[in-house]
């Protein structure tokens, strides 16, 4: 268990509609990461915020929004979905930024299909 | 720009043999991070060992060995004696100071190993 958790672990909508995926970092991790996983795509980086900031962006559609409340959680909002959102989502923390030599804890994933 | 190679898709090998999964890297950056995940078919990503750019010193971890050769971009590593619970997927990893994509996975090789 890395201590990560991803809620929820499954989540079957249809195209057009509004999705929040949540993650809760391991205890003390500062920094959070939301990545895609598509058979096309592979594992793709989106987003990451550190201690509540942005502070790096990857392959994000803006169709697609996070945001790291003040208890350090996160959210991955996805907007207007379509079928190719289908996908896993990760997420990820670290203590800090990962430049510090850190290394990141996965969750579980989201299982995400748009039908 | 930086990039993550793993030119094998997929590898089978019989129990007890050993396997090595092959990752190359670009990057202009002098000073990065190199990784290993594993996938295993539960879905998770397991951090599995993490090399910085000024260490080349190989490391071996229980029937787990890392070869980190600078002067080929290559950070490959080997499984001795597989078992079948080694079957997944690896990704190998970078991390370097490019902003906007701190942390880049390779395309995966998946890995299965037969009883």
């Known amino acids: 268990d890395s201590g990560v958790t991803q809620t929820p672990k499954h989540l079957i909508t249809a195209t057009g509609q509004r999705v929040t995926l949540r993650c809760s970092p391991r205890?003390?991790?500062?920094?959070v990461y939301w990545y895609q996983q598509s058979l096309d795509q592979g594992l793709q980086f989106l987003i990451q915020?550190?201690?509540?900031?942005?502070?790096a962006k990857g392959n994000i559609l803006e169709r697609f929004s996070a945001q790291q409340f003040p208890d350090l959680h996160s959210e991955l909002n996805l907007s207007s979905l379509e079928l190719g959102d289908s996908a896993l989502y990760f997420c990820?923390?670290?203590?800090?930024?990962?430049?510090?030599?850190?290394?990141?804890?996965f969750g579980s994933g989201t299982q995400l299909s748009v039908l | 720009a930086q990039k993550v190679t793993q030119a094998q898709t997929e590898i089978s090998v019989v129990e007890k043999e050993d396997v090595t999964l092959d990752c190359v890297y670009e990057?202009?950056?002098?000073?990065?991070?190199l990784f290993w995940y594993k996938q295993p078919p539960s879905g998770e990503l397991v951090f599995l060992i993490r090399?910085?750019?000024?260490?080349?010193q190989n490391e071996i971890s229980g029937r787990y060995s890392w070869n980190f050769q600078k002067s080929t971009s290559s950070f490959n590593f080997t499984i001795t004696a597989s078992q079948v619970v080694d079957s997944a997927v690896y990704f190998c990893?970078?991390?370097?100071?490019?902003?906007?994509?701190?942390?880049?996975f390779g395309p995966g090789t998946r890995l299965s190993v037969l009883p």
């Open positions: 990820a923390s670290s203590v800090g930024n990962l430049w510090s030599n850190e290394k990141l804890f």
């Open positions: 205890s003390g991790d500062l920094s």
């Open positions: 915020y550190y201690n509540g900031e942005e502070r």
């Open positions: 990057t202009r950056d002098t000073t990065y991070y």
């Open positions: 090399r910085n750019s000024f260490d080349e």
């Open positions: 990893a970078l991390s370097d100071r490019m902003r906007g994509q701190n942390f880049v």
